[in-house]
């Protein structure tokens, strides 16, 4: 059964710096990739998504993944008080049937 | 377009009542899901209906769970029974018509407080 685990559990960082957050999942047929982004007292929402090895970036936000290491990461840039909210990066395959598996959550605080 | 609408927001029951939790996808999306998210156990999937038919319910509890998609524009989770432990926050979410592993749409969420 896949296990998908994400550290930290929380992180604060000020503002303008640098966030970064790690996903590691244990199912080496793994396909696709998303990172979620939850604000309290809300639903999640999608940030994006990576389904190549390699980086992606959209905006402030970068997205890393490699697939032989079983690792995906996101990384947000010159963090806003408003990027302060619960990280979860999900997965999914054909072979889980497009269901998506969370990870454990960052708590993300931005320090103004 | 109003995004997933979940109904109702907060619902408290007592222990052994029955809970309904209804879910409005967003208009032309073919795919829904329901989720769990505790604290401890964070988020679960538990079913999920395509073009209203059930594609996988292997997440929902045996007993007392049970969802249905009577049309395209609703779907229901009933628990019966509730019990402490079904307390959470049960997410419904939604998808196009597009690829399977596209984005997936959350309502808000309702809060199930059992007493």
């Known amino acids: ?112 | 377009n109003a995004g997933v609408i979940q109904t109702p927001r907060h619902k408290v029951t007592g222990k052994g009542q029955e809970a309904t939790l209804w879910c409005e996808p967003i208009s032309g999306h073919s795919a829904v899901f329901w989720y769990r998210q505790t604290i401890v156990q964070g988020l679960e999937f538990l079913t999920y209906f395509r073009n209203q038919a059930p594609i996988d319910d292997s997440g929902m509890p045996k007993e007392r769970f049970s969802a249905q998609m009577p049309n395209q524009s609703h779907s229901t989770l009933k628990i019966q029974s509730t019990q402490p432990q079904d307390s959470a926050v049960y997410l419904c979410a939604s998808r196009g018509q597009g690829a399977n592993y596209a984005e997936q749409f959350f309502g808000p969420g309702t809060r199930l407080t059992v007493l």
């Open chain 1, 1 to 112: 059964q896949q296990k998908v685990q994400q550290s930290p559990e929380s992180l604060i960082v000020p503002e303008g710096g640098m966030a970064s957050l790690n996903c590691t999942f244990s199912d080496r047929n793994s396909q696709y990739f998303w990172w979620y982004r939850q604000h309290s007292g809300e639903g999640p929402k999608a940030l994006m998504s990576i389904f190549s090895n390699g980086d992606k970036k959209e905006g402030r936000f970068t997205a890393h993944l490699n697939k032989a290491s079983l690792y995906v990461s996101l990384h947000i840039k010159d963090s806003q008080p408003s990027d302060s909210a619960l990280y979860f990066c999900a997965v999914t395959s054909r072979n889980m049937g497009y269901k998506l598996t969370f990870g454990t959550g960052t708590s993300l605080l931005v320090d103004p």
